[in-house]
């Protein structure tokens, strides 16, 4: 157990909708990272979040946003969603170090039909 | 970010050890090397990182070269449930850009 939790494991819905997946990081953890892997493109950076504010941006559709919050869980919002955005979401966390090592939790399978 | 070359599989016997290498030569002089891997179906897994010695941990050691430009994962007796890829990531800021990775095959 990374004691990075994802909710939920599994979602399913339909193009066009807006879902939202929420990261738990590990206790004490100041940033937060989120990542896409789909088959045929490995594992995409998204975003950093480090105490609240925006560390850094990678490949992040406009259609997609994310957020943390004060007591340093959050959030991915994928909107307008399309068949290709079927994909393996993932959150981490690392510590306050400049070069510490980063935990991942499980995932959410996100299926768009 | 700096590029790394990895190759796209190895093999190793059960029980044998395994040395997987990464090629990262543009790497910068304050970037950390970590090492993850991925089992099927689940999150990347830390492994070890180091900076310029080598490094040992539980799990695997970890040996640099002297100009940083390459290191190599040791699994000192590789198991089934070592079968994973494995991503070596030179660390810039804490931001973690993985490659294609290295898939390993155990072979009982």
């Known amino acids: 157990d990374s004691g990075v939790t994802q909710t939920p494991k599994h979602l399913i819905t339909a193009t066009g909708q807006r879902v939202t997946l929420r990261c738990s990081p590990r206790?004490?953890?100041?940033?937060v990272y989120w990542y896409q892997q789909s088959l045929d493109q490995g594992l995409q950076f998204l975003i950093q979040?480090?105490?609240?504010?925006?560390?850094a941006k990678g490949n992040i559709l406009e259609r997609f946003s994310a957020q943390q919050f004060p007591d340093l869980h959050s959030e991915l919002n994928l909107s307008s969603l399309e068949l290709g955005d079927s994909a393996l979401y993932f959150c981490?966390?690392?510590?306050?170090?400049?070069?510490?090592?980063?935990?991942f939790g499980q995932g959410t399978r996100l299926t768009v039909v | 970010d700096a590029k790394t070359t990895q190759p796209n599989s190895m093999e190793s016997n059960e029980e044998e050890p395994v040395h997987l290498p990464c090629n990262h030569s543009?790497?910068?002089?304050?970037?950390?090397i970590h090492w993850y891997r991925q089992l099927p179906s689940q999150g990347p897994e830390y492994v070890i990182h180091?900076?310029?010695s080598n490094v040992n941990n539980r799990m695997a050691s970890l040996a640099i070269a002297e100009d940083r430009k390459s290191s190599t994962l040791i699994l000192h007796r590789a198991t089934l449930r070592d079968a994973a890829v494995y991503y070596c990531?030179?660390?810039?800021?804490?931001?973690?850009?993985f490659g294609t990775g290295t898939s390993l095959t155990v072979i009982p």
């Open positions: 981490a966390s690392s510590g306050q170090g400049r070069h510490t090592e980063a935990f």
């Open positions: 206790s004490g953890d100041l940033s």
């Open positions: 979040y480090y105490n609240g504010e925006e560390r």
């Open positions: 543009t790497i910068s002089g304050t970037d950390y």
């Open positions: 180091g900076l310029t």
């Open positions: 990531i030179p660390n810039t800021g804490n931001q973690f850009y």
